[in-house]
């Protein structure tokens, strides 16, 4: 089949991977001069299935109500009174009940847990080199109420079979040792020794090298600007200079996926803005081996080779990507805190991004009621954990084949009145 896949951050480049793989003839349409300039760019590194977790949850609108009012807030609230926003922020009201928390919580593992595989196997036979690092993660707690509170999650990973270790200062220190050296007292953490770490920009960039390589065509540079129908079936996309025709047409447009598809099919997803900066390494003794979780910040610190990556935080404010000095300010206070003297925050890069956010969490993979066009978008904070899983399960679905793992309640039909 010829299949246009529109997008090239992570889940349009681990798309193109399995399809081509599958024997499809490939392009990929992206509007920048590269893959992964977008939300795939510059996130906070994790491979984080044992942490794939709903944002809507039971309790969370009162924390988040907390939240609005503390000083450096993991969560900020901007009404612009727009219909999308509104919306959005109803169906995820409604999804924080405890079954449906349950329904997400278990989709969401699912792919997550199916992403860890197929990366394994990805990693098996090709050579891609992204940073990654196979040390698990470790979430931090910097009081006793935190680590009391870890028994809900604690049940929760028993419950779905995930590996994890309950550590005391010691333990934290034995499995990040330069964290002997944090000014701020800790009590203890949180470990899934399964998780990974790896810079989710180096990735997608070799593997859409390696795409290319293996004949898929990557059309740099170009916005697509409609989609074309013929009888209720996509027939390809219009560009500004060309008109791209196909057999199907996969939208990977991760926040951008509704402006295209607008009139033409509701799709809810809505952009949730995060921070990183970037940090060269001054003295490795003194920095990160793999990925440290502040559940006091919600701010995630992970060691590339002679970088930390430091990301968190969520702002509902539209589509506003301005770089805020304040943001920037908290994540640098949280790592110098917990790896003093580990790198120069000085001489930090500073980035935003959007993620892709649908009201119970869970991305949108399959096929839509417009025929041949199908969806591989709206995986939120675990895009890159989520991205070999979901671009495998979405090969396997456009291919005709049954997917590895149960996948009708992750397409747009969930969403059906
Ligand atoms: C601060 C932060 C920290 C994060 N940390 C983690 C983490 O630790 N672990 C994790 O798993 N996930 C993390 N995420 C989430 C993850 O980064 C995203 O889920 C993932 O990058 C989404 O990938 P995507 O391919 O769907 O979207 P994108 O990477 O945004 O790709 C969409 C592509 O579509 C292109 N495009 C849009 N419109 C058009 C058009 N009209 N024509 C042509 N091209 C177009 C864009 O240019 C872009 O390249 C984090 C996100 C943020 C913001």
Sequence with gaps: MKIIILGSGVIGVTSAYYLSKAGHEVTVIER??????????????????????????PGIPVKAFKWLFAKNSPLTIRPDWSLAQIKWMAAMLQNCSPERYQVNKSRMVRLAEYSRQCLIELRAHENIAYDGRQQGTTQLFRSTKQLDAAQNDIRVLSEFGIPFELLDLQGVIAAEPALANSTVPLVGGLRLPNDET??????????????A?????????????????????????????????????LCTLGVYTPFLLKGRLDV??????????????????????????????????????NRIRVGGMAELRGYNKDLLAS????????VNELYPNAGDTQKASFWTGLRPVTPDSTPIIGATPIKNLWLNAGHGTLGWTMACGSGKLTADLISGKVGEIESADLAIARYAK
């Excluded at 920048?32 to 949850?57: C, E, M, R, V």
């Excluded at 790896?198 to 795409?211: I, P, R, S, V, Y």
């Excluded at 970037?278 to 080779?305: G, M």
Aim: net charge negative; charged share 15%; with cysteine.
């Design 268 to 305: 809810p997803i809505y952009p949730i803005k995060g921070y990183s900066i970037t940090v060269p390494i001054n003295d490795a003794a003194c920095a990160p081996l793999s990925t440290v979780l502040d559940e006091t910040y919600k701010i995630a610190i992970t060691r590339f080779e």
């Design 198 to 211: 790896g810079d989710c920009h180096l990735f997608t960039q070799k593997l859409a090298e390696l795409c």
């Design 32 to 57: 920048h001069a590269k893959a992964a300039l977008d939300t795939s760019f510059a996130n906070a590194g994790q491979i984080s299935p044992g942490y794939a977790s709903p944002w809507a949850a």
């Design 327 to 334: 943001r920037r300010a908290t994540l640098e206070m949280v």
């Design 213 to 249: 390589n293996q004949g898929v065509q990557f059309v740099y540079n170009t916005s697509v600007d409609e989609l074309l129908l013929q009888n209720n079936a996509a027939t390809g996309v219009r560009c500004a200079n060309a008109v791209y025709h196909a057999d199907a047409v």
